[in-house]
């Protein structure tokens, strides 16, 4: 029965894409987990919120790679690389989902800058590129934009919209590109635990409700964990460092669809701007 189903879902991705592009895997929120904190920023914060990129103090970089439900087809990768200027940051974003048949790529270059001690403001510009064998591709560009506030040493806010202006693209312009609003906040309890909360709301999809933890035991092992609930979608993960670098082994798990297996790893570079 998951096997037909989803077949079924493979084809209404063919179907609908389109439409809309497919530009999340499922464990984003994973990646994404210390989007709104401070002192827990990590090489990936700044896709989820490109302000994020105006508290960089040095270069990172990462990768990202999950098997959507177990299948080779839906596979989808993720690459970041961000380096730091001074109260300011740039950053590079690269997505590819699917195979052969039916793919997508979005790449970005992303800039945040803290524009006074507790508010920093970032954008990215994205090229989109949507292939389907025997449907043809399509391509566009569109961009985002997001803020954060800090509103003291261990909370912080941020409010993120992803393709503010809409728009449309494909054959004569026909398919419509949807906007996407999320509003979120983080507090970091201690030295060890930060825990947070988001909303989102993606034009005819209904109001999604994401929240994520993470706990640092030390400096060498943590665990990460969340759910969202539009999807019912609940992640786990452990990250494991050791010099300048981070092994994250994790999954999303939907109930209806199974694992989503994935592996994310990040590097830490020397610091190098002042802020």
């Known amino acids: 029965m998951k096997v037909i189903f989803l077949q079924i879902l493979t084809s209404c991705f063919v179907s609908f894409s389109f439409a809309q592009i497919v530009r999340s895997p499922l464990s984003n929120h994973y990646t994404g987990t210390v989007t709104y904190s401070k002192k827990f920023a990590d090489a990936f914060s700044f896709s989820g919120n490109q302000?994020?990129?105006?508290?960089?103090?040095?270069?990172?970089?990462g990768l990202y790679g999950e098997k959507r439900f177990g299948?080779?087809?839906?596979?989808?990768?993720?690459?970041?690389?961000?380096?730091?200027?001074?109260?300011?940051?740039?950053?590079?974003?690269?997505?590819?989902?699917?195979?052969?048949?039916?793919?997508?790529?979005?790449?970005?270059?992303?800039?945040?800058?803290?524009?006074?001690?507790?508010?920093?403001?970032?954008?990215?510009?994205?090229?989109?590129?949507?292939?389907?064998?025997?449907?043809?591709?399509?391509?566009?560009?569109?961009f985002e934009v997001g803020t954060l506030f800090f509103l003291s040493s261990k909370v912080t806010m941020g409010l993120h919209i992803y393709n503010p202006v809409g728009g449309k693209f494909g054959k004569n312009n026909a398919e419509k590109f949807a906007?996407?609003?999320?509003?979120?906040?983080?507090y970091d309890a201690s030295e060890n635990f930060f825990v947070s909360a988001e909303i989102a709301k993606e034009e005819d999809l209904p109001l999604n409700v994401n929240a994520a933890m993470q706990y640092n035991f030390n400096k060498?092992?943590?665990?990460?964990?969340?759910?969202?609930?539009?999807?019912?979608?609940?992640?786990?993960?452990?990250?494991?460092?050791?010099?300048?670098?981070?092994?994250d082994v994790s999954s999303s798990?939907?109930?209806?669809?199974?694992?989503?297996?994935?592996?994310?790893?990040?590097?830490?570079?020397?610091e190098t701007a002042e802020k």
């Open 220 to 247: 060498h092992f943590l665990v990460r964990g969340g759910v969202s609930s539009a999807i019912a979608n609940y992640f786990l993960g452990v990250g494991i460092s050791w010099s300048d670098m981070r092994l």
């Open 71 to 142: 299948l080779k087809a839906l596979g989808s990768y993720h690459e970041v690389i961000s380096f730091p200027l001074k109260n300011a940051g740039v950053g590079m974003n690269m997505h590819y989902a699917g195979d052969e048949d039916f793919n997508e790529t979005q790449a970005g270059l992303a800039y945040g800058i803290l524009l006074a001690k507790n508010i920093s403001i970032g954008t990215q510009v994205n090229f989109n590129h949507v292939r389907i064998t025997g449907y043809g591709a399509a391509s566009t560009v569109n």
């Open 253 to 270: 798990y939907h109930q209806q669809l199974g694992f989503s297996p994935s592996l994310m790893m990040v590097f830490n570079f020397s």
């Open 179 to 186: 906007s996407i609003y999320k509003a979120g906040v983080g």
């Open 51 to 61: 302000a994020a990129l105006g508290n960089l103090k040095n270069t990172t970089a």
